[in-house]
Every structure is written in structure tokens, then in C-alpha cells.
């Protein structure tokens, strides 16, 4: 016991006396918390449109008001002429471009369905689609005001709500992300890196020769790696709740144990790999490459995992940050307890042990 | 015996870094592994440490198998391996209190076998490891190998990349480690260290050249031996062993040693030497060292081949 202790604390100087490399990773959760909460965003706020109105009458006037006070559009040009329209989008930077056909007012009171045309610049599909759907919307309301649900005889409504999102805030979305990410690389990276630093300054030679054994050597040197995990964790937790006033519904306890079992994957994770590579570079493109980019695509934080062919959505199931990320939003947004996240959580324990069980495995007692 | 080595045999891929080695070391013996780079001086080193396991051949360290018993062997080794293997960010007393600690041990309880090493670094004892010169270095390290009073030690060239002055300190430290009964196998590419040894090996390309002491490698050297300098040294290797009667001519420093094949009649080859254009030319016979001997046994090796 008093070995492994003195393993701990040797594990912990090196990570102290390495200020630079400690700064960044207590350092990055702000950063990117900070990043995606308020740079990185999928909202739409004032997005330029350019008008063209062909029949300048009080309802077009009425439905370009409802557009610009929106919050959502901001008129960047008033057209007026038709084939303006290529310059706004090339010069103006227009993004949504409303055009009014003739005698709309006529058209709308006589039930002759005057169309309103509605050009995205589509170079980013996702904002086009968001931008057409925002439009659509205004101008559906207005249509619903001025007739009234009598002037249609069959007629759906649709009453919608978002559920734990309310606001629809991104950050949302990117806290368990940015939580994940952060996790796999502090805790895998950073120890595949730890352990293949022993290997290449030669001192793994003097470890080994000693009575030590390698459970020892193992997990005395991820303990401090778990803190500083955890420390991290409570960064970006505090950041989310008091700057993005993010919820934490469900049982704060049960967050932490279960970042505590993610963070026991990433760690497995992280002695695989330094038990295969013998130099701190390899190791970090490795981490990098093998373990951080599934982390980012694959684990349905960036691109919804409904939408990727299924190959890739079959490589998703053994992402351990996509059943994670699923836990960290049920117990943050939707409050859910481990009745509802079991199946997650008993994927990620399955992982874990089997991680572990290899990595102790893998990890080798000679020089060879 | 502390160790025993029998046919011992290692290859990396196409590579035969070891080839049937065999000698033993008796216990209390400080022991030289002589040989240049690449001669498996390490491999060797790393099979005995049980870091290594061979592809034929058995050890005996302790009376133990380093391959099956490695579990029971590596708390009696103290090990220093080729490389300073310390922690850099770490002070000279963080490092030797870690190593103490994972052997089982105290500074304090071992303090009279390494004193006569610590003592000297010990008023740098809150300096980072990594900010000690180079000779300090060693004498860390060393004290970090025996700091839990290991009954062998294991040095692979301890004193390579080290300066003249602590290298002579080392050698000194390591004959006091001697009489107190710990057997050393210390392993070096240094000729002039092997007179500092009890009885040495030399080795190269993965053989045992000879195993004896320094003295009788020495004395079995039978050849006429000729100290040569002049001012052009490549050009005057060259025309020696194009002369008839050469069996080998290396450099030496400034100088060329010549050993001769056969008996020479005098003022024949300052003659030949002069012919050849050669200025300020001094020759004189002298008496062989370990590293002429190493080259006798070199080259003897090789036209067998």
C-alpha cells in the first residue's frame, strides 16, 4: 500500500511540475464550454434577407414587417427589380431572399393562393433549411390571423413544444459533448501518453526490474489522471449551470458515478494503447486519431447517429462516448434516474470490463 | 557462482544479437563486459535483468531463472540501465525516496551502503534530477540502483557520455561497492576501463571473444608490437598494411599500433617508410594493451570465418 501511495504522489509531481501541460487541460474545458456555448451556435439570429416586392400592397408590407421584427431576419436589401436578386445573393451576402409576386392583396383575398417565393442560399444546407422553415412559419401564422381557422374547412394544427429545450439552447446540446470529449482526453490520452513517457525516458526498464507489480505501476499512475478527470468535470458542470444556466434534473450523484465509469473506459482505453506503441508522439496520434475523432463524429454529438449510413452507425455502438452522451443528457435535461439509463449504463460497465481485462492483458511484464 | 551464462542465444528478426554466449561470475567479482556498440552488450544485460527472454540458452542469476523465477529474482538486482533513467522533473531525493520506497525500503534504513555515493550529490538533494551534470547524474542513478542492497548489480555503461574525472570516481565507487561483497557486472565500450575489473568478456558482434583477467588477456598476447607515429597518420595506416610483414595496423590516438606477422630485421621498415615519403616519423615497440588485444582477437575471429 505504502508503494502505491508513493507511486500516486510521484504520478502527481510530474503532472504538477508540468504547469504548461496542466494549465491546457484545466484550461480547455472553459475554452471549448465557452466556445460552444456562445461562438459555436446552430441558432439563427439576424440572418440577412433581401425583399422583392412586386406588389407593394399592405399585406406584403404587413408579412415583410413580420419577417424583420422576427429576430430571426434582418433586411439587408430591398430589391427592386427581380434579376437583382444573383447580385444580393453574391454581393449583399443575402442568405434568404422573399419574393412577392403582383397584386398579392388581390390574389389573397380572393382565395386565388398567391404564392410567395422563398430562394436559400443553400452553400450550408442546414441553415437553409432552418432559414426556410423560420419563413414558413411567420408567414403560415399570418395566413391563420388574417383568415382565421373557419376560412379553411379542414384544417390540422399543430401545437409544438419543445420538451427539456425549451429555448432550443446549443449549449445543451454541447455540454454532454464538450463533457465527453473532454473525459476521453484527458483520461485516455493523457495516460497513454504517461505510460509511454516511462518507456521512452527508459525508466519503464527500472520499473520493471523492481518488485512492483504491474497493477501497481498501472493504476497508480491513472489515479491522478481519474482527479484531474473529475476535476474537469466540475469545470465545465459549474460553467454550464451559472453562465448557460444549464439544469441538472436528475441526481447529481448519478452523474458522477456515472462519469466516474466513462472515465474508467477511457483510462482501459488509454493503457491499450501505450501497451502497443512505444513512443509519446505515436501515442498521442493514436489517441488522436483512434479514439478522438469516433468520440467527436460517431457519438451522435455533432451528426445525429440517425442519419449516418449504416455502416457508420454500426461502428457507433462500439463508441463508448455515444451510450455516455445518452446518459449525460437523460440525467442533465430530462432528469432521468438509472431505471431509465440502465441499458447505457450496462453497455458502458460491459465495455469497461472487458477494457480492462485486456489492457491488464496487454500490458507486459518484459521489454517485449 | 552469482551468475551463470550458458548458450545463451538472441535474435531480433534476421538479426543474432547474441550467439552462443556462455561464462559465469562468481560471486563478490566485479566483472567487465567488454565490447564496441552493437556488440549485444545490452541484450545480454536485459536477458540477466529478466527484461529480456532468450531465444535459447538458460541464465542463472542467484541460483534463480531470470525467464521462470523473475518474480523472485528482481527484488535482489539493483539495475542501471544504459540510459539515465531517472525521473528528470523530479528532485535527486524525490527519485531516490521513490525507488526506496517501491524496493520495500528506506533511504534511512540503507543509508550506510549508499552514503559514500549520496554524499556527494546530497547537498543537490532539492535540485531537479534533470539539472544535474552529467557525472552527478551517474552517481544518482547508481545510488537509486542500490538504495535497497541489491546482492547483484547491473550496470550498462554506466560511464559512457560522462567526463574523465567521474569516470576515475565511479571506477573508485564501484571497488568500494566490491569489498563490501555485492557482485557487479558492469558492461562498457571503454578498452582502458577493463584493467579496472576483476576479469572481463570481451564481446563483439554477439560472441565471446575471451574471458580472463585483464592481466592474462594480456600476457596471452604473443605478437611484436610497434608503437608508430608520423605526420600524414591515414596515409600511414594505409602503407602499413600494405607492407609485407604487417598482420594488423590500427589507430590509437595519435599513434598507429603494428603488430607484426613475423620477425623484423632492423632499420627495415623506417626504410620502407621513408620510401613511402613519410615525415617525422618515431617508432618504437611497446607493450600491448586490452585494446590491442581485442583487435589480435578481432581479427583472428574473422579470418576464421
Not at chain 1, 181 to 210: D, N
Amino acid at each position: 500500500m505504502k508503494t502505491f501511495w508513493a507511486f500516486v504522489k510521484k504520478e502527481t509531481l510530474h503532472i504538477l511540475r508540468d504547469p504548461r501541460t496542466l494549465v491546457i487541460l484545466l484550461g480547455m474545458p472553459i475554452a471549448q464550454v465557452v466556445l460552444f456555448g456562445f461562438a459555436i451556435t446552430n441558432e439563427l439570429n439576424d440572418a440577412r434577407i433581401a425583399i422583392f416586392d412586386a406588389s407593394g400592397d399592405p399585406v406584403t408590407q404587413e408579412i415583410s414587417d413580420r419577417l424583420t421584427s422576427s429576430g430571426f431576419f434582418q433586411l439587408a436589401i430591398k430589391l427592386d427589380q427581380e434579376d437583382q436578386l444573383e447580385r444580393a445573393f453574391q454581393h449583399d451576402r443575402v442568405k434568404l431572399a422573399v419574393v412577392f409576386p403582383p397584386e398579392f392583396q388581390e390574389r389573397f383575398f380572393r382565395e386565388d393562393r398567391p404564392q410567395i417565393q422563398l430562394i436559400a442560399d443553400a452553400t450550408d444546407p442546414n441553415t437553409a433549411t432552418t432559414l426556410i422553415a423560420y419563413a414558413s412559419a411567420i408567414i403560415r401564422q399570418y395566413e391563420q390571423e388574417k383568415k382565421g381557422s373557419a376560412a379553411l374547412p379542414y384544417s390540422i394544427q399543430t401545437e409544438v413544444r419543445m420538451r427539456y429545450n425549451e429555448e432550443l439552447k446549443s449549449v445543451y446540446l454541447f455540454v454532454p459533448g464538450v463533457i465527453t470529449i473532454i473525459l476521453m482526453l484527458v483520461s485516455a490520452m493523457m495516460t497513454s501518453i504517461a505510460l509511454t513517457r516511462e518507456k521512452e525516458l527508459g525508466t519503464m526498464e527500472i520499473l520493471l526490474v523492481s518488485p512492483l507489480k504491474p497493477v501497481v505501476i498501472v493504476v497508480g499512475k491513472v489515479i491522478p489522471y481519474i482527479a484531474l478527470g473529475l476535476a474537469n468535470m466540475a469545470i465545465i458542470l459549474i460553467l454550464a449551470t451559472m453562465v448557460f444556466h444549464m439544469p441538472i434534473r436528475g441526481s447529481l450523484f448519478l452523474l458522477i458515478a456515472e462519469s466516474l465509469l466513462f472515465i474508467m473506459t477511457s483510462l482501459a482505453l488509454g493503457i491499450m494503447i501505450s501497451s502497443r506503441v512505444q513512443t509519446q508522439q505515436v501515442a498521442l496520434m493514436i489517441s488522436l486519431m483512434v479514439l478522438m475523432l469516433p468520440t467527436i463524429l460517431l457519438s451522435g454529438f455533432i451528426f445525429p447517429i440517425e442519419n449516418m449510413p449504416w455502416p457508420l452507425q454500426a461502428i457507433s455502438h462500439i463508441v463508448p462516448a455515444r451510450w455516455f452522451i445518452v446518459i449525460v443528457k437523460g440525467v442533465m435535461l430530462k432528469g432521468a434516474g438509472l431505471a431509465v439509463v440502465w441499458k447505457e449504463t450496462l453497455i458502458l460497465i460491459v465495455m469497461t470490463l472487458v477494457l480492462i481485462g485486456a489492457s491488464v492483458r496487454s500490458f507486459k511484464l518484459r521489454l517485449e | 557462482m552469482s551468475i551463470t551464462i550458458s548458450h545463451i542465444t538472441k535474435s531480433y528478426g534476421a538479426v543474432k544479437a547474441l550467439d552462443d554466449i556462455s561464462f559465469d561470475v562468481s560471486k563478490g567479482e566485479l566483472f567487465g563486459l567488454i565490447g564496441p556498440d552493437g556488440a549485444g552488450k545490452t541484450t545480454l544485460i536485459r536477458i540477466l535483468t529478466t527484461l529480456l527472454v532468450p531465444d535459447a540458452g538458460e541464465a542463472r542469476m542467484l541460483d534463480l531463472d531470470p525467464v521462470k523465477e523473475f518474480r523472485k529474482l528482481r527484488p535482489h538486482i539493483g539495475y542501471m540501465p544504459g540510459r539515465f533513467s531517472l525521473y528528470q522533473d523530479l528532485t535527486v531525493l524525490e527519485n531516490l525516496n521513490f525507488f526506496a520506497t517501491i524496493f520495500g525500503t528506506t533511504i534511512e534504513e540503507n543509508y550506510d551502503l549508499i552514503k559514500d555515493i549520496y554524499s556527494q550529490i546530497e547537498p543537490f538533494k532539492h535540485r531537479k534530477a534533470g539539472q544535474l551534470s552529467g557525472g552527478m547524474k551517474q552517481k544518482l542513478a547508481l545510488s537509486c540502483a542500490m538504495v535497497h542492497e541489491p546482492d547483484v548489480l547491473i550496470l550498462d555503461e554506466p560511464t559512457t557520455g560522462v567526463d574523465a574525472v567521474s569516470r576515475k570516481e565511479f571506477w573508485e565507487m564501484l571497488a568500494r561497492l566490491k569489498e563490501r561483497g555485492i557482485t557487479i557486472l558492469v558492461s562498457t565500450p571503454y578498452m582502458d576501463e577493463a584493467s579496472l575489473c576483476d576479469r572481463v568478456a570481451l564481446i563483439q558482434d554477439g560472441h565471446i571473444l575471451q574471458v580472463d583477467t585483464p592481466a592474462s588477456i594480456v600476457a596471452s598476447y604473443n605478437r611484436q608490437l610497434l608503437g608508430i607515429k608520423a605526420r600524414n597518420t591515414l596515409r600511414l595506416i594505409e602503407d602499413l598494411r600494405a607492407y609485407p610483414l604487417t598482420h594488423s595496423a590500427f589507430p590509437f590516438g595519435e599513434s598507429v599500433h603494428l603488430a607484426l606477422a613475423g620477425d623484423l630485421t632492423d632499420g627495415e621498415l623506417p626504410e620502407y617508410l621513408h620510401q613511402k615519403g613519410h615525415e617525422e616519423l618515431e617508432i618504437e615497440p611497446i607493450a600491448p594493451n586490452i585494446e590491442d588485444c581485442f583487435m589480435e582477437l578481432m581479427t583472428k575471429k574473422q579470418s576464421d570465418k
